[in-house]
C-alpha cells in the first residue's frame, strides 16, 4: 500500500498518542461562513486552464477549491487519494492501476469516471501543447480503461513516485467532451462551485452540496478570493478586516502585524529555495575545488538574516527542503569558513580568484544584496567577486542559464526525483549548473535507481547519498531556504499542522481552515 | 455657426492624426523594452525553443512594420484585437479567448464611474472655493485654502491615499480601503467603495482648477465693467458670481477638462493601491507581459479622451464667449 507515507504513518500516529495522552478534545471546526482571501500572484490572463497556472491566486482558486487531482499532498506532507481511492504499482514501478472514487459528480451534473481521467491527461501532451506538466504525462506510455472506476498507466521507465506526480496542480480533472466548457466556465469535482470570475480581480465560489468529502472538508458556505498584487495594499485589506487572509507578507511590516492581536502569523519553512547555480562545464568552475572554495565561502547564516530578514533557514546546497519526504536533516552543514576555503583554493592551483556573479532581483528579492554580502564573505578567502546587476526583462531567457554564475530561484518539487529530473538529470533543459556524468557518475547512477525503487528504506538511502554529492560537489550553491509566510485573522480557525509545499496551506484554505 | 462646425470637424481630423501619431510611438516603445511577450510570459521556463514557439504562434517574429501595420489595418475596421495572453492559450478552438474590446469595456466602465464620482465632488469644490478664495482674497480664508490645495498636490498620490487610508480606514473606519468593485453591486455599496480613491483623486485634482477659478475672477476685476457694478451697490458675490464669473468661464473650462481628462488616464497609481478595478490596472498588467495589443488599445483611449475631452473644452470657450462665436 502506498497510500501514506513511512513519515507520514509516524507523525500522524504520535500526534493521535500526544492527544490520547493529554486528554485534549480535536476542535471541531463547523460548517458555515465565508472566507475572504486577499493574494498577490493574480493576472488578467488567468483562466480555468490549469496547464497554464503558475501562481497562487489560480493555484488557490483551480486546484484548491474548485477542481480536485486524483490524489493530494496532506498537510503533514503524506500522499491521500483525492479522486482516486488507492493505487497499485507493479514490481518494477511501470505499471500503476488507479481505483476511482465512484459516485462523484462534475458541477454540471455529469459523473465522474475513467474516461475523464484519460482525456484530462491528454489535454497535457501534443506537439502544440505549451503545458508544464508536459514532461509528466509524456512518460506515460499507455492509458487503459479497465473499468469506469479502474485505470492502468503504462510508464515508460519505472517511477515510484508517479502517484505524487499526480497531485501536481497543472493535473486537475476535467469532465471528458466537455473540456473547452469546463475550461471557460470552471466546471471541476472540487468543493467549490464557480460563481463569479473575473480574471485577475475577483473570484467567488460557493460550497458544491453533494462533495465526497462530506463533513470532513471545504467547511465555509462562500469563498472569496481578491485579486491583491500590491504588498501595502494586501497588508492594509487585512489590517482593516476586509480580508480574512494574505499571502507573502512584507517582511518590513511584518512587525506591525504581529502588533495587531487580532491576527496570527503563519510561516512554514518548505521548498523554495534560493539559488546560486555555476555552470559546470565552464573554467572555473568546472573544478570540484573552485566549488568548494565558494561554498564555504558563503556566510549562509548572514544571508537569511539580512536577506531573508530570518525568515527562513539555511540551505546546504541541496534542493531537497523540510517538505520533502527523504529530506536529509542530520546531514553536517556546511559552514561559512574562510580558512577552509583558501585552502580548496589552492588544491585548485590558485592564490585568488576573479569571478563575476550575475544577479537581478527577478531571480529573488534582494538577490543583488545577496551577490554584494557574499561578495564581502569570499574576500576574506581571497576570492573576488565582481556582481552585475543584470536588467530584470529577460533575465530567465539572457542570464539564467547562460551566465555561468548567477542567482536563481525554485519553489521546489514535492518529490526528489521530480525536482532531481527538472534541474539535476544530465540533459534536461533546465539544468542550470550542467550538472552530468562528467561531474558525477554515481549521482546519475543513483537517480535513475532511486526512481524506479519501491522499498522506502532502500529509496531513503540513495536519496541521502545523492543529498550528500551534490552537498560536496554540486554546481548549485543553494545559500538558503525561503519561508512561506502568509497571516491570518482569528476569525479563522485554521488546523495546527499547515502545508509547507506552497504558499496559503499548499493553496487549500477553503478546505482545510474553517470559521472559529 | 458654421464656423463652429468646421473648427469641430478640423479639431476631429487633427486628433486622428494625432491618433496615428501616438499608435506610432507606444509600439516602437514598447517593443524597446528588453524582453517582450514570450520571455515575460514564460518566465523561469523559458527555453529557446518554447520562446520560439510562442512567438511564431503569435507573428511575434515578423518585422516590426509588418505587425504594425497588421494591427493598423485591425484598427481601420474597429478590430482591436486579440491579447496576446488569450490567443497564447486559446488551444481550445478559440473558446475562452476575449477579444481586447471585451476585456477593456468592463475595466472602462469601471474608470469612468470612478471619474465621474470624483469629478462630481471635485469641480463643485474646486470652483467653489476658487470663488471663495477670489471674494475672500488675501485674507487667512484664502491663504488656507491655497495652502491646503498647494500642499496636497505637491505630494504624490500614493501618499495622498495612504493618508486617506491612515485617517478614513485603519484609525477611523469610515470607509473601506479596498475598492474591489464588481458587475451587480448595489450603487450605494459602490459608491461607498469607490469613496476612498475618488477623495485621493480630488485632492490630486482641486488645487489646479481652483487657483484657475481664483485668479480669472481676480484677473476680471479689476475691469471697468466690474468697478460699474459695484459702483451700482451690487454684493461683492454677485459682483463675481453674475459679472465677472461667465467672462471667466472659459479659462476655467480649459482646466477643467484637462484634469477630467487626468482623471481618465491618470488613475494609475491610485487603482493600484486601492485594487480598484479599472483601465489603469489592466494597463500596468499588460504593459509588464508586453501585450502589445492591450497596451495600444489602452494608450489610444487615453489619448482620446484628451483630445475629445480638450475639444470639448474648446468649443465650450467658443460657446460661452460671443466674440468666438461670431469671428470677423
Known amino acids: ?516 | 455657426m458654421s464656423s463652429l462646425l468646421r473648427i469641430i470637424l478640423q479639431r476631429l481630423g487633427l486628433g486622428l492624426v494625432t491618433l496615428f501619431v501616438v499608435s506610432i510611438v507606444i509600439f516602437v516603445a514598447v517593443n524597446l523594452l528588453p524582453g517582450d511577450f514570450a520571455e515575460a510570459i514564460l518566465g523561469q521556463g523559458a527555453t529557446p525553443e518554447s520562446v520560439a514557439k510562442i512567438r511564431e504562434d503569435l507573428g511575434l517574429d515578423q518585422p516590426l512594420i509588418v505587425r504594425y501595420f497588421e494591427w493598423l489595418m485591425g484598427m481601420l475596421t474597429f478590430d482591436l484585437g486579440t491579447s496576446f495572453a488569450q490567443l497564447n492559450f486559446a488551444n481550445f478552438g478559440g473558446a475562452g479567448s476575449v477579444t481586447v474590446a471585451e476585456q477593456i469595456a468592463p475595466r472602462l466602465s469601471n474608470t469612468m464611474f470612478l471619474a465621474t464620482v470624483t469629478a462630481c465632488i471635485a469641480v463643485p469644490l474646486a470652483v467653489t472655493l476658487g470663488i471663495l478664495a477670489a471674494l475672500y482674497r488675501n485674507t487667512a480664508f484664502d491663504k488656507a485654502a491655497n495652502m491646503f490645495t498647494l500642499s496636497s498636490i505637491s505630494s504624490p498620490e500614493f501618499f495622498m491615499a495612504y493618508i486617506l487610508i491612515l485617517f478614513l480606514a485603519v484609525l477611523n473606519p469610515i470607509f473601506p480601503s479596498l475598492s474591489n468593485i464588481f458587475d451587480g453591486m448595489p450603487f450605494s455599496e459602490r459608491l461607498e467603495k469607490s469613496m476612498l480613491p475618488a477623495l485621493t483623486l480630488t485632492l490630486v485634482v482641486t488645487a489646479h482648477m481652483m487657483r484657475m477659478t481664483r485668479a480669472a475672477i481676480i484677473n476680471l476685476l479689476a475691469s471697468p465693467y466690474i468697478e460699474m457694478a459695484r459702483l451700482k451697490g451690487l454684493s461683492p458675490m454677485r459682483v463675481i458670481v453674475k459679472h465677472a464669473l461667465p467672462n471667466a468661464l472659459a479659462p476655467i473650462i480649459n482646466v477643467i477638462a484637462l484634469n477630467l481628462a487626468y482623471l481618465i488616464t491618470g488613475v494609475v497609481v491610485v487603482e493600484v493601491v486601492f485594487v480598484y478595478p479599472g483601465i489603469g490596472q489592466l494597463f500596468v498588467d499588460s504593459v509588464k507581459i508586453r501585450d502589445i495589443p492591450v497596451v495600444q488599445a489602452c494608450c489610444l483611449i487615453f489619448a482620446a479622451a484628451y483630445i475629445l475631452l480638450n475639444l470639448t473644452a474648446d468649443i465650450l470657450s467658443i460657446v460661452s464667449n460671443p466674440r468666438l462665436r461670431h469671428p470677423k
Not at chain 1, 482 to 500: E, K
Open chain 1, 1 to 516: 500500500m502506498y497510500g501514506i507515507s513511512r513519515r507520514g504513518l509516524l507523525q500522524s500516529g504520535v500526534a493521535a498518542g500526544v492527544l490520547a495522552a493529554t486528554g485534549l478534545p480535536l476542535r471541531a471546526q463547523t460548517r458555515g461562513g465565508k472566507l475572504t482571501a486577499g493574494l498577490g500572484g493574480a493576472n488578467t490572463s488567468d483562466s480555468w486552464d490549469a496547464r497554464t497556472h503558475s501562481d497562487i491566486f489560480m493555484i488557490a482558486s483551480c486546484h484548491g477549491a474548485v477542481f480536485d487531482c486524483l490524489t493530494e499532498v496532506a498537510a503533514d506532507g503524506s500522499l491521500v487519494g483525492e479522486l482516486a481511492e488507492s493505487w497499485e504499482a507493479s514490481a518494477d514501478a511501470k505499471t500503476w492501476t488507479f481505483n476511482l472514487r465512484s459516485g462523484v459528480t462534475f458541477h454540471n451534473g455529469k459523473s465522474f469516471g475513467a474516461d475523464d481521467v484519460i482525456e484530462s491527461l491528454q489535454m497535457h501532451v501534443g506537439e502544440d501543447s505549451k503545458s508544464a506538466a508536459k514532461p509528466i504525462v509524456e512518460a506515460i506510455t499507455e492509458m487503459n480503461k479497465l473499468s469506469d472506476t479502474q485505470v492502468e498507466f503504462v510508464l515508460a521507465a519505472g517511477n515510484a513516485d508517479f502517484p505524487y506526480l499526480m497531485s501536481d496542480y497543472h493535473i486537475v480533472m476535467y469532465p471528458a467532451g466537455q473540456i473547452e466548457e469546463a475550461i471557460a466556465q470552471g466546471i471541476g469535482t472540487g468543493l467549490y462551485k464557480v460563481e463569479t470570475f473575473d480574471p485577475g480581480v475577483r473570484m467567488t465560489a460557493s460550497r458544491y452540496a453533494d462533495h465526497y468529502k462530506g463533513d470532513s472538508a471545504g467547511f465555509f458556505d462562500e469563498i472569496e478570493y481578491i485579486a491583491i498584487n500590491d504588498n501595502t495594499a494586501r497588508m492594509n485589506a487585512l489590517m482593516t478586516g476586509q480580508v480574512d487572509t494574505i499571502n507573502r507578507i512584507d517582511f518590513k511590516t511584518e512587525s506591525l502585524l504581529r502588533a495587531n492581536p487580532a491576527l496570527r502569523i503563519q510561516e512554514v519553512t518548505g521548498n523554495q529555495h534560493y539559488s546560486m547555480p555555476m555552470l559546470t562545464d565552464v573554467s572555473p568552475y568546472n573544478d570540484v575545488n573552485v566549488r568548494k572554495a565558494l561554498k564555504y565561502g558563503i556566510n549562509r547564516q548572514e544571508l537569511v538574516d539580512k536577506i531573508l530578514l530570518g525568515h527562513g533557514a539555511v540551505g546546504n546546497d541541496t534542493p531537497i527542503g523540510p517538505a520533502n519526504q527523504y529530506y536529509h536533516a542530520e546531514m553536517e552543514q556546511l559552514e561559512y569558513d574562510p580558512d577552509q576555503a583558501k585552502f580548496y583554493l589552492q588544491q585548485a592551483g590558485l592564490d585568488s580568484l576573479d569571478i563575476e556573479f550575475s544577479a537581478s532581483n527577478a531571480a529573488f528579492e534582494g538577490a543583488v544584496d545577496a551577490g554584494q554580502l557574499f561578495q564581502s564573505s569570499a574576500a576574506a578567502a581571497g576570492i573576488n567577486i565582481n556582481v552585475i546587476q543584470e536588467p530584470s526583462d529577460g533575465y530567465w531567457s539572457n542570464v539564467w542559464l547562460n551566465k555561468p554564475f548567477c542567482a536563481c530561484y525554485w519553489s521546489g518539487r514535492a518529490t526528489e526525483d521530480w525536482m532531481f529530473a527538472t534541474a539535476y538529470e544530465e540533459g534536461v533543459p533546465w539544468n542550470d549548473s550542467q550538472w552530468g556524468s562528467d561531474d558525477s557518475a554515481r549521482f546519475q547512477e543513483l537517480l535513475l535507481s532511486a526512481r524506479a525503487e519501491l522499498d522506502t528504506d532502500k529509496r531513503q538511502e540513495q536519496y541521502f547519498e545523492m543529498q550528500q554529492i551534490l552537498r560536496d560537489e554540486g554546481g548549485v550553491l543553494i545559500p538558503m531556504f525561503a519561508n512561506y509566510v502568509q497571516a491570518v485573522n482569528n476569525r479563522i480557525m485554521s488546523p495546527d499542522t499547515v502545508g509547507n509545499l506552497w504558499q496559503m496551506d499548499n493553496a487549500r484554505m477553503a478546505e482545510r481552515w474553517s470559521v472559529a
